[in-house]
């Protein structure tokens, strides 16, 4: 059976579905409604969709079929008059077939004491949502997963699990001579291995050079960096005004606060969020599965959706929102997973490693640019999960640039794609905050960022006392003799000096990350 294209909007007393069906008899169809569900039979196609709201078959349900437009609409009314329908966006988890009720537990518990230690929190397990430490401590996670490895002796080892929750292996068992990844060995290196060598491999691609220039250039109008700052991108266009003054980071801030995402039918400001037929496409090809994740999992998760949505703001910033043929490979780049397969284990991580690689990798590596892309990926939290399941929708087609990239969309952003539609609304408003709160400083990333602009600084007053000297001596102000300490060739002799010095310091604090420990960039 074929499973058709459909939208749903809602009123205060129905549900109305629209289903694209062509070329189908409607006489010879069926409708069914019974509680959260309702399943529509027209031979070649079945839909059945779950709601997380009731349904009810009253006599009010109307069905009606467009035989020129192959539309079948239908109007399912609400058992509770008035009742606002969540999640009509997430075609995927309406698709979703319900799990079946659990047995009656076999063994009947008659007493029982507090343990204190919180770990369900309430007859329903959420109770981990309203704690204050949402995020484990990354070192623990660390520690323990060393010690794990610690434990086996090498030729015992399971095979390497990355990927969503760090459920595949095998995937590229053959692809090592690939350029999908930065990691050259994906299917031997432990995640140990993998975080020491992006570390390193991320020391060596930092160019000063290049980082000074386009710090220069970023003072200048009409250069890149000062073009993508002032490019407005669809989830700034579409955030309320409200969101935007909560935004602390957006305008060189501090720690943001928590506004209230739109989940319903529309964004902040009220503009509906349809999708597009290819997006609706992609969301009935999503795997149909529930994800069922521990807190300390899905914290992780969470990390690693920021660590994804990166790359994604920063091309749509410096492209000016029309993807270009390298728009896959920008994406790819700037994601500690999608290119190490290196998942952050804290927002802390995620905001300075996206930030770091920032600076290593693409054409454009200006400091205000890559903190700005950061208060992005924190304004597209905020507008809830459609916002943020449109622009893994929009990852998934630029994997498929590359060869062999849907194995990236299989193991990491497909997953994505079906789960951050389960997850609820809280959780990607604290990592937002948690993002704007954890936006790192200069001195966090490693490399001493403000002593190489200083130099650049001096190069350009040196270089600009020069053509002075050099615009007075041509008019005879000044006339022969040798230049004095301020002229222009001063500046060029000074400066290797100090740059081998600036790099030895990062050189040396570089190891120092790798050796106190791994993924200590929190």
């Known amino acids: 059976m074929l499973t058709p294209r459909f939208e749903l909007e809602q009123d205060a007393e129905f549900v109305l579905l629209r289903v694209h069906a062509p070329h189908v008899r409607p006489d010879e169809g069926e409708l069914v409604i019974e509680g959260h569900t309702v399943r529509i039979y027209l031979k070649p196609y079945f839909l059945r969709l779950t709601f997380h709201q009731r349904l009810t078959e009253d006599g009010r349900e109307h069905a009606s079929y467009d035989a020129t437009e192959g539309v079948l609409s239908v109007r399912l009314p609400k058992e509770t008059r008035g009742e606002a329908f969540t999640g009509l966006g997430m075609l995927s988890e309406l698709l979703r077939k319900p799990a079946p009720p659990k047995a009656a537990p076999r063994i009947e518990v008659i007493g029982s004491s507090d343990t204190g230690d919180g770990a369900e929190g309430g007859p329903d397990g959420e109770g981990d949502e309203e704690e204050d430490d949402e995020w484990a401590d990354p070192n623990e996670l660390l520690a323990f997963e060393a010690e794990a490895e610690q434990a086996f002796p090498s030729l015992l080892q399971p095979a390497a699990r990355y990927g969503f929750n760090d459920a595949f292996s095998g995937l590229f068992t053959g692809l090592e001579g690939e350029e999908l990844l930065q990691l050259a060995n994906p299917e031997g290196a432990s995640k140990c291995e993998r975080r020491q060598q992006r570390l390193r491999a991320e020391a060596q691609a930092f160019d000063e050079d290049h980082y000074m220039a386009d710090f220069m250039e970023g003072q200048t109008e009409g250069s890149a960096a000062r073009a993508a700052l002032a490019f407005v991108p669809w989830w700034r266009e579409q955030a309320a005004p409200a969101m935007r003054e909560h935004e602390g980071i957006a305008n060189g801030g501090g720690a943001s606060v928590a506004a209230p995402a739109v989940e319903a039918t529309a964004f902040a400001d009220g503009s509906p969020v349809g999708w597009s037929d290819e997006e609706k496409d992609q969301l009935l090809q999503l795997p149909r599965k529930e994800m069922l994740l521990s807190r300390v999992e899905a914290s992780r998760a969470l990390c690693g959706l920021a660590d994804v949505l990166y790359g994604y703001c920063y091309d749509v910033r410096t492209t000016e929102g029309e993807h270009t043929c390298e728009s896959g490979w920008t994406v790819r780049v700037l994601s500690s997973q999608l290119s190490w397969l290196d998942a952050p284990v804290s927002p802390a991580e995620a ?112 270089e600009s006392e020069g053509e002075g000297e050099d615009e007075s001596s041509s008019s005879g102000e000044v006339s022969g003799g040798e230049e004095g300490e301020g002229g222009a060739a001063a500046p060029p002799a000074q400066r290797q000096p100090l740059i081998e010095e600036l790099g030895e310091t990062r050189h040396e604090e570089t190891c120092g990350m790798e050796l106190e420990g791994k993924g200590t960039l929190v």
Request: proline residues 4%.
């Open 351 to 462: 905001a300075a490693t996206s930030v770091r690689r920032a600076l290593c990798f693409p054409l454009v590596r200006h400091w205000g640019l890559a903190h700005a892309v950061l208060a992005d990926v924190s304004a597209m939290l905020r507008l809830g999960k459609r916002a943020v399941l449109r622009a893994l929708l929009s990852i998934h087609r630029l994997m498929l640039a590359a060869e062999y990239g849907y194995l990236l969309n299989r193991c990491l952003v497909d997953e994505f794609a079906v789960w951050v539609q389960q997850t609820p609304e809280r959780r990607l408003l604290r990592l937002a905050d948690a993002l704007g709160a954890a936006a790192p400083a200069k001195e966090a990333i490693g490399w001493p960022l403000a002593q190489y602009e200083a130099l650049a600084m001096e190069e350009e007053e040196g």
